[in-house]
């Protein structure tokens, strides 16, 4: 720990000195999850020629050498240096939400750098942050992302145990942000289209804005610059009352959109499609379709 938190100290710019070299390290020496990310950009673009994958390919693996040093940045780095570096281009859009004591659920994903997006968020949104994450099997890291997402007063809420928390922190205005491109097992999880091939997404995020009622939004992320990004906040449904896969379709719309105006800066180095689809999820797939194209995002 104390290691990373020595790193953290170094100005930003030395940070990126060392992401120069870590890209070497992992891309060109190491070769780390080169097969995977080839495999999901080939399949997610097929109308891409080499080049063009390729070109993404590098730019991937320096967005996530970056990436790493920003997130060790995080351990120390200020509030004002934060939202020097983080914007907001609509910062009061989510306060008719929560000032008159209600709550609600922000959708975010694995683009740009998540992390700065969910304590960025904190600094910008006048009212308490749950932020959901998934243990890991690590204790070390467990301990080292639980200091991190703990700053700015944020509330990390492990996805175990989010019902049982919620329930709890029902009466407090806040709230509850989700990384909601992970990858689920096929049981109980929902099959949608998303980047030219059939993708699981958790229900999480809908289940629980039907049981409280919440409305939910989707937090987006762009990079405009080395070390500098843009959150923006997008309403998917205020109500919770329409059909039941429509938060989930809209965010995989939303989601699909932003990563093709931006391709290298997903996390393309996730096993993100590593489990089959059930032949009784297949069927509704291709009414899915028309919904998904792009000409029809809003």
């Given at each position: 720990m104390f290691f990373f938190i020595f790193l953290s100290y170094l100005p930003l710019p030395v940070l990126y000195g060392i992401s120069n070299v870590l890209y070497w390290i992992l891309y060109k020496l190491a070769g780390y999850r080169v097969k995977v990310v080839r495999q999901n950009l080939r399949n997610s673009f097929?109308?891409?020629s080499r080049a063009e994958l390729l070109r993404i390919e590098?730019?991937?693996y320096s967005h996530l050498c970056d990436l790493i040093v920003e997130i060790i940045k995080l351990l120390t780095?200020?509030?004002t240096e934060l939202k020097r570096r983080v914007s907001h281009e609509n910062p009061r859009f989510l306060d008719p939400y929560f000032q008159n004591?209600?709550?609600f659920i922000t959708m975010a994903s694995h683009v740009g750098n998540w992390e700065w997006?969910?304590?960025a968020?904190?600094?910008y949104i006048g009212c308490d942050i749950d932020i959901v994450y998934k243990p890991l099997s690590s204790p070390f890291f467990e301990k080292l992302f639980l200091r991190i997402r703990s700053r700015f007063n944020t509330f990390p809420v492990p996805s175990t145990?989010?019902?049982r928390i919620e329930v709890d922190r029902k009466a407090i205005p806040r709230c509850i942000a989700m990384a909601a491109d992970q990858t689920p097992g096929p049981e109980g999880s929902f099959a949608g289209w998303f980047l030219n091939q059939p993708t699981?997404?958790?229900?999480?995020?809908q289940k629980i804005s039907q049981m409280f009622l919440y409305p939910v939004f989707y937090s987006g992320i762009r990079k405009t610059g080395r070390g500098y990004y843009q959150l923006f906040v997008e309403k998917i449904e205020e109500t919770a009352d329409k059909n039941e896969n429509y938060i989930l379709l809209e965010f995989a719309r939303k989601l699909e959109r932003d990563i093709q105006e931006n391709p290298p800066y997903w996390l393309w180095s996730h096993k993100r499609w590593k489990h089959a689809i059930p032949q009784n999820m297949m069927a509704s797939l291709e009414k899915q379709k028309e919904f998904l194209k792009p000409e029809t995002l809003s």
């Amino acid at each position: 720990m104390f290691f990373f938190i020595f790193l953290s100290y170094l100005p930003l710019p030395v940070l990126y000195g060392i992401s120069n070299v870590l890209y070497w390290i992992l891309y060109k020496l190491a070769g780390y999850r080169v097969k995977v990310v080839r495999q999901n950009l080939r399949n997610s673009f097929p109308e891409k020629s080499r080049a063009e994958l390729l070109r993404i390919e590098k730019e991937f693996y320096s967005h996530l050498c970056d990436l790493i040093v920003e997130i060790i940045k995080l351990l120390t780095i200020s509030e004002t240096e934060l939202k020097r570096r983080v914007s907001h281009e609509n910062p009061r859009f989510l306060d008719p939400y929560f000032q008159n004591g209600g709550s609600f659920i922000t959708m975010a994903s694995h683009v740009g750098n998540w992390e700065w997006l969910l304590l960025a968020n904190k600094l910008y949104i006048g009212c308490d942050i749950d932020i959901v994450y998934k243990p890991l099997s690590s204790p070390f890291f467990e301990k080292l992302f639980l200091r991190i997402r703990s700053r700015f007063n944020t509330f990390p809420v492990p996805s175990t145990k989010i019902l049982r928390i919620e329930v709890d922190r029902k009466a407090i205005p806040r709230c509850i942000a989700m990384a909601a491109d992970q990858t689920p097992g096929p049981e109980g999880s929902f099959a949608g289209w998303f980047l030219n091939q059939p993708t699981l997404f958790f229900k999480g995020p809908q289940k629980i804005s039907q049981m409280f009622l919440y409305p939910v939004f989707y937090s987006g992320i762009r990079k405009t610059g080395r070390g500098y990004y843009q959150l923006f906040v997008e309403k998917i449904e205020e109500t919770a009352d329409k059909n039941e896969n429509y938060i989930l379709l809209e965010f995989a719309r939303k989601l699909e959109r932003d990563i093709q105006e931006n391709p290298p800066y997903w996390l393309w180095s996730h096993k993100r499609w590593k489990h089959a689809i059930p032949q009784n999820m297949m069927a509704s797939l291709e009414k899915q379709k028309e919904f998904l194209k792009p000409e029809t995002l809003s």
